[in-house]
């Protein structure tokens, strides 16, 4: 059976036609216009017809025996006569197109090949396949070459963690528009294989020969691909938190996910249970600095949704810092603030209305830091009339 629809049933289960009009037995009556069921039940001497229930709204419903049928002025006596509207052409249409239970969209019964392969159901991010890059990489190594690549790794991979993590502790952390700090979440049963295989925590069968897989966080995600309740922090317990710096080198060696960034307002270590965030591109100061990306604070709106170049709102919708110093809610296009918004420049001056290419185009308003208030048609930047 396929993603639309199971096949007919088969075994002993009573025979059902769904066709109306068409019977391959004498035993059954033809339904001249409706849409209806005829069912033969065990002992074949009694059938049941039962109505469509999708068209119970247009005419009345019943389920009926072929007897009451021929009971002259019975309440089912005409069930099919004069008193039954006939279908519209939109009805015909919908009953005989298939419901997908993927995306919901209804299509012709030619059409179901087709439609099944293209339509797919995505995964959840946990339950995506990851490429082990030890397996690509050892393929063609005599073991005497494996086992020489495995010493430097240890030795390497070590000595790159020791190298960010005393970076990062002599590093002042630099003011940024966005005061909240960011954090990677890696699950600790993967970061505890990763500290055997470096000869930094327990010893274990699983890296005495190999290092550790990709990265797997599956074991933080339920079935549906939510994240589990009740996860504790800590490198023995559910998960641990990586700076923005230590992540990237564990994501570009290994590889794997799903990725969980994490952003906290206050400024404190991000735990699992603080603001979603996505970045995807180069940091700098433990903060986005050029890609794309989305991290607000849910407390002042500060952030962004889109990209990043240098620190600044590039292209984007968000509420931060311009490359000219001035704060910006709205959109903003190469740099510039595009369409509606607001816009605090370094010497006071606000600026709120319809921006083009940066300057006010259409309706505006400019409060001067001396109180004095601007406001009427814009065009490029210009205030027109009085």
């Known amino acids: 059976s396929s993603a639309l629809g199971s096949g007919p049933a088969s075994g002993r289960a009573p025979y059902v036609d769904c066709w109306p009009g068409l019977h391959r037995s004498r035993r059954h009556q033809r339904m ?14 009694h059938t049941l017809v039962i109505q469509d229930r999708k068209v119970s709204s247009l005419r009345n419903p019943s389920i009926y025996s072929h007897a009451d049928l021929a009971t ?7 069930p099919f006569g004069k008193s039954q509207l006939p279908f519209t052409d939109e009805e015909i249409e919908d009953y005989s197109r298939i419901r997908c239970c993927v995306c919901g969209q209804r299509v012709l019964p030619e059409e179901v090949a087709q439609h099944s392969r293209a339509c797919v159901l995505e995964p959840a991010p946990n339950l995506i396949l990851q490429l082990d890059k030890w397996c690509i990489v050892v393929a063609n190594l005599t073991p005497m070459e494996q086992r020489s690549l495995l010493h430097m790794r240890r030795t390497e991979e070590l000595a790159k963690v020791e190298e960010l993590e005393t970076e990062l502790a002599e590093k002042t952390p630099r003011l940024w528009w966005m005061g909240g700090r960011f954090g990677y979440i890696i699950s600790s049963r993967w970061l505890r294989e990763w500290r055997s295989f470096v000869g930094v925590g327990r010893p274990s069968s699983s890296t ?6 990709p990265i797997n966080n599956q074991d933080l995600f339920e079935l549906d691909g939510s994240l589990r309740a009740g996860l504790k922090q800590g490198i023995h317990d559910d998960y641990h938190v990586l700076e923005p710096l230590i992540w990237d080198m564990f994501f570009q060696v290994y590889g794997g996910g799903p990725v969980i960034l994490r952003y906290s307002a206050c400024g404190a270590q991000p735990t699992i249970e603080d603001e979603e965030a996505a970045f995807d591109g180069d940091w700098r100061d433990l903060r986005p600095d050029t890609g794309h990306g989305k991290a607000f604070d849910p407390i002042t709106g500060v952030g962004f949704d889109g990209e990043l170049q240098d620190g600044f709102l590039w292209d984007c919708t968000g509420k931060g810092l311009l490359a000219n110093g001035s704060h910006f809610e709205g959109r903003v296009s190469k740099g510039f603030p595009d369409g509606e918004g607001r816009e605090v420049r370094p010497h006071g001056a606000i600026f709120e209305g319809v921006f083009v290419n940066g300057v006010l185009h259409g309706a505006g308003r400019v409060t001067h830091p001396d109180g004095f208030v601007e406001e009427g048609e814009w065009e490029n930047g210009e205030l027109l009339g009085i």
């Not at 005495?208 to 897989?213: A, I, S, Y």
């Open 32 to 45: 001249p216009t409706d849409c209806s069921m005829i069912l033969t039940t065990t002992d074949k001497d």
């Open 72 to 78: 002259p002025g019975g309440a089912n006596a005409d």
């Open 208 to 213: 005495r020969d190999r290092p550790p897989p």
